[in-house]
């Protein structure tokens, strides 16, 4: 059984920095590609970036919202991966989702990230 | 950049045939995945690479493209498919990336 796990969401200040991260166990996680969705309260899907396999070139991705502000890693030994956002924004406030594959087929349940003074 | 366009919603009475529809420029040419997602939960796949269903995802479940609109059909709506739709292709353009349409609530009467 699939299963993948999301962590780290908190209440940060605008400005602050913040480590997402991800865990799935499962899959043959080192030969995924990796994805980082979030959903604004009452909103849709936005998609944050991604990462390739290291076999597929370990490459990242990133959507113009946050280019420039987030890293995205991942740790094939520990089937972990990492969403890194800096100088966060109100707007960044959202559910974040850890999904598998190109066409994001295994989803977590979502950490929630609030961005607030 | 690219635009996915998704009615805001659409009825539908159980037994029937509902259809969301997902305009974008030459969506054809895309690889299109739809998701469900209902309320307080994560999406599920429901739809890949146009008119592929997952493992597990009733053939009720069907998706099309043609020209500039990719169509998710649910024919035999029942009560538990009520939730929000989204459509998702990866355009590889000036600015590639992953899109979402806006989604769309279908509810049954």
């Known amino acids: 059984e699939v299963q993948v796990v999301e962590s780290g969401g908190a209440l940060i200040k605008p400005g602050g920095s913040l480590r997402l991260s991800c865990a799935a166990s499962g899959i043959s996680f080192s030969d995924v590609l990796m994805n980082w969705v979030r959903q604004a309260p009452g909103k849709g899907l936005e998609w944050v970036g991604r990462?390739?396999?290291?076999?597929?070139?370990?490459?990242?991705d990133y959507a113009a919202a946050v280019k420039g502000r987030v890293t995205i890693s991942r740790d094939d030994s520990e089937n972990k991966l990492y969403l890194q956002m800096n100088s966060l924004k109100t707007e960044d406030t959202a559910v974040y989702y850890c999904?598998?594959?190109?066409?994001?087929?295994?989803w977590g349940q979502g950490t929630l990230l609030t961005v607030s003074s | 950049s690219y635009v996915l366009t998704q009615p805001p919603s659409v009825s539908v009475a159980p037994g029937k045939t509902a259809t969301i529809t997902c305009e974008g420029d030459n969506i054809r040419n895309e690889d299109v995945h739809w998701y469900r997602q209902k309320p307080g939960q994560a999406p599920v796949l429901v739809i890949y690479y146009d008119d592929d269903r997952p493992s597990g995802v009733p053939e009720r479940f069907s998706g099309s493209t043609s020209g500039n609109t990719a169509t998710l059909t649910i024919s035999s709506v029942a009560a538990g498919d009520e939730a929000d739709y989204y459509c998702?292709?990866?355009?590889?353009?000036?600015?590639?990336?992953?899109?979402f349409g806006s989604g769309t609530k279908v509810s049954v009467l």
């Open positions: 990462i390739e396999s290291k076999t597929g070139g370990g490459t990242t």
């Open positions: 998702q292709v990866w355009h590889s353009g000036d600015h590639p990336g992953n899109v």
């Open positions: 999904t598998t594959h190109r066409y994001f087929q295994f």
